[in-house]
Nanobody
Framework: QVQLVESGGGLVQAGGSLRLSCVIS????????MGWYRQAPGLQRELVAA???????LYTDSVKGRFTISRDNAKNTVYLQMNSLKPEDTAVYYC????????????????WGQGTQVTVSS
């Protein structure tokens, strides 16, 4: 099986920083896109930042200049550095990756982590 495990969430004051990590483990043949999503109470899950299949990065407008996505391919880990946090960043943050399992009998499919809570106080 493939598992995504997030960590690094917590409570921080506005203007503070947090770094989220997501470790992708299991019988993995390949990883395509990786990214972070978030879901605030009463709202739909939205894309925050991602590496897309071309290798380039994608950010939602509200986090540009404040959040940075990075990855360590050797560790199958993706990070989200969040700076200058605002109360409106409060949400559960989810890691997502398109993974091809080993052996590669089938194609890539999306997997999700369990989520990590980020709370920004004003």
């Amino acid at each position: 099986q493939v598992q995504l495990v997030e960590s690094g969430g917590g409570l921080v004051q506005a203007g503070g920083s947090l770094r989220l990590s997501c470790v992708i483990s299991g019988r993995i043949f390949g990883i395509n896109a990786m990214g972070w999503y978030r879901q605030a109470p009463g709202l739909q899950r939205e894309l925050v930042a991602a590496f897309i299949s071309s290798g380039s990065t994608l950010y939602t407008d509200s986090v540009k200049g404040r959040f940075t996505i990075s990855r360590d391919n050797a560790k199958n880990t993706v990070y989200l550095q969040m700076n200058s946090l605002k109360p409106e960043d409060t949400a559960v943050y989810y890691c997502n990756a398109e993974v091809q399992k080993d052996p590669p009998y089938s194609g890539f499919r999306p997997y999700w982590g369990q989520g990590t809570q980020v709370t920004v106080s004003s």
